[in-house]
């Protein structure tokens, strides 16, 4: 992600290489075979025990049922991700910090930092780039790809290795069928029968530019035109019934791409076959693209629902039959239901289409869209290009959570004189900032995000009503699941047992959950997210929401960050809060000149920091900036740097957002002309500048 | 008669407040016992319990009066009100045989 | 032998003029909340499209109206039922912020649908959306409001329609209707159904002389925040409540301010009394379900006190993904009453 100060037009996304591990066997190329309908990977569950509960059949990768240990998800992972780099013949060693990875992860492990995952994924592969998790449970995988998209179009990098890996644990069985939407029959969307039946696997494609690949030779399997995410914001497990979050998604998606909604030829639906989602998404894409017959069908039918893969796998089996120019079948269609689609596939068939969509959502209410095209040689190189105006950004309101303080003020006051903030965010009253918010079941997690984004709002003036609130989101980053709700959740299982663990906690294991319940609280419709790059994570949610509020059609977007202490992460000095602003493209005091994320710092060596922030410097220099602030030690000599690390602890995620809100309060109201917000990482490194308005209008 | 009738009263005062703990303690309901009505609903409107909520209601009460529900006993007509699930507990502690525990 | 329109509110669906409804309208940001809050008793942490069932109190706690309040982006809709007072006066008598109160008496007008059916009778006139609007949520029709509430137990839509379309709209389900045998529902066929499923009438036991606490209603007000009434009920949660609403099912009819006795002592009153099942404001140490003892006079009318609601409602049997009026016979409703002296 970048500020765009360069007008001409993009070039287009195309995929150069796929893998995939599935429940129908490893390798991307067995997903073809789900064009002709011979696929099913369904079967009963066998790694471990489903005695006690009313379903026992999960879509598992097959030759894994011994394995019990903890490292399926990076196995899998490798497995896919070997396979799509050997595909698109990307060679890593050249020149490894141009190749970057955005993994899409569901649930894992939920005491862990998600984004060790990713780090281990990419110095298994030699990848040196930037790496970001994405972790908003089922639309994780294709909320990654969009965002590796975002990546190659802002220049941080020139291959994106993009997709997601997920595992199904005892656990997450046990979580979703106290949801009660495990069915006893295999899962078969459209049908007769509701449940769905849970599944696993990974997959990757491989992104470049298509000017890139075609200069190395490389076959272009299909274009990535665009992207769409919304958020439901109505329950924390159940979709919006009518559907509206989705025909969001959608319609951005298409904006997005520069696609007519005429020309989508193919819907692959989320269609998980319970009750609530298949019927609610029906509706969304009938008042989204309105075409009576458009063929609709659901994979999960035969790969299951492999959750934070799923997505993924999907748009490879979306991505196959655009190649093929042939409709994937929903399978065991039997008994149609009430509100099935018009043409749910009942059988493969050969269909010319040049353009289809892909469909995600999630807990939290996520909704995310992928609009995927051929590589059509008639298609030129801009394809699917956008053309992003350069569009300055501007803070509209700010705010932090830091050692029970809330005054910006008091935090900044504390940071430039070095003064030790208290490791722990004290009492966190959501009546307070919220008093229209029904308080119960809320996590620490979900206090710290929901109540520092609404004074983020308050402060900027920002009133989320009506309409607007189809147009404003937030982009969070966060480092691992709420601690409190982890307990909650193991303590359930200690004492009642898989089959009757608390199913509310279970609905809070997911790093989206306190951004999904925040946009929830505070009305927010547009896109939310949460992503993971361990150290520096508030800056880069910072520029993605930077980066999705100038593609627009948006008013607002929040960047968030927050952490909290607490349970097994085990470090000695960890430090919770949170950190918010919000951006607009409305003028204001205080400007966002530039925004870069890029590959990290590596150990000893700082030359992706480095790039990252000569990049976000651009034509000034360094003597033209007033101070730094960092998370962690970054390179740079011309004017005082002060790192929020030592001051603030360790939070990972909510330091980075906390730095950018003090940067803006600084220009904003201490008189400082330029404040640079740097980290090295993490897995990626990223440069924030904040510049006062009053120094007048520049390029 | 009139001695049963106050055990029976006694006992049900019982049931109900171990129904009233189980929403408190386990569900979260932000209520002093006394204030949760024995007949108010619970899902929906009233307590504003949700479907996510049922299910650890279910388990809540099976953990505190050691019983055990069969599946689909618990209809949604049994977990309407306080009173409801205190019928529901009693009938299946005073006939664990009986047909609609089987 | 049925009233007409019970069948049809029990089985099918019913439509009703509901001219027992006042609706008023709250808008102007900040103030509209702050005057709903401090007129309504309950929490109002409402999403938009969302419904919430309260009440309107009076300085001494007593009921004053049972209220649907409504949440339309910014503004509060409010679907009431009163005793007689005017809501609009008393709305404005204690209007904050600069809300702005409109009376939707004279630009609107409620016709209520009622019935395990009701769903699809609506959804037929409106198209698919309404299937899938949850209890307690409402969404913008013809100009005006449909709520999913209802008193009955079934499934319930209140229409609030601007005058201009209200005909039309009723002409519609009337037409409609005729596939769903749908049948005029009086208001006293809705009391009845009130009574038997457990809703709150303002107008029988809300006009006795007690507040929400002997009546139950309790889940509708909030503790910790000031509203209309608030500071009497928190005084009088100093002593316990002396006597609990309790709902009785009779042998034989009884009348609103008959005398209940239990074993020779007078242990409470009757409040609302209806076909074959009456609510009584007993003594709290008898106010328990499933005593056979009472006996209302004067005609020492045996009484067993029952969990409510009476009804196993078809409602809850039926699956507007899967089930139709027009297919009813091959739902297994169990029988509507059970194991009750009817």
Redesign the interface.
Known sequence: MKSTSDPAPRAAVGITGIGAVSSVGLGASLLEGALDGSLDGIRAIERFSTEGFQSHLGAMVPGFDGRGDGDLALDFALLAAREALAHAHAKIDGRPGRIGLVLGASFGEPDTRLARLTERLAGALGIAGPRVTVATACTSSSNAVGLGKDMLDADAADVILAGGTDVLTPELFAGFHALGVLGARPCAPYSRDFGTTLGEGAGFVVLERVPDARRRGADVLGLVLGYGLSCDAYHATSPDPTGAGVARAIRFALSDAGVTRESVGYVNAHGTGTDANDAAEVKGIDSALGAASLPVSSSKSFLGHAQGAAGILELLVTLLALRAQKLPPTTRLEGLRRGAPADPVPAPRAHAFDVALTLNAAFAGANSAIVLGTANARLDETSGARDVPSRPVFVAGLAALAGGLTDIAAIAGRILSGERIERRAGECDVSRDLPRAEPRGLDPSTRFAATTSARALADGGVAVSGELRDRVGVIAAATACSAASCEEFRVSIERRGLASLNANAFSRLVLNAPTGAAARLLSLRGPASTLSTGRGGGLVAVAYAASLLCRGPLDVMLGLGFDEVGGGTGDPDGAEGAGALALTLARGPVRLASWVVGAPGGAGDGDGARATVDAALGPRSASEIDLVLSDGPVPFEGARVVDLGSILGDAPSACGAIACAVAAHLVRAGGLRRVLVATRGGGASAALLFESEREGARA | ??ED?MK??AR??EVVSGVRQVLIEGL?????P????????LF?????L????A??LV?GL??KFGVHFA?GYM???LL??V??L??AVIAVLDAPRGPDAA | MQPDGMRAVREGVAITRADHFTALRLSGGDGAWETVSWLTSGELFLRDGQVLHSLWLDERARPLADVYVLRDDESFVVVAESRGKDLVAHARQNVRGGAVIDALGETHRVVSLNGPFAWELLGDIVGPDVVSLPYMASFRIEGGWALRAGKTGEYGYDLVLPVDRADAVEARLRERGVRFDLEDAPLAVLEQCMLENWFFNVRREGSLDVTPRELQLQWRTSRGREYLGAASLEAQRKEDPRQRLTTLVPSAPVHAGDEVRLWGEAVGTIANAGDGVALALVDVAWAHPWIDGFAVSPGRTPARSVTPPLANNHSLHVNPQQHSYATRDEIPFPPLFTGLAR
Do not use: K, N
């Open positions: 008669m009139r009738m029976a009263i049900r005062e979260g309901v932000r209520r002093a006394d204030e949760i009505d024995p007949d108010a609903p929906g409107t009233g307590l504003g949700d479907s996510v909520d299910v650890e388990v099976e953990a599946q209809h949604r007509r309407r009100t009173g409801t205190a019928d």
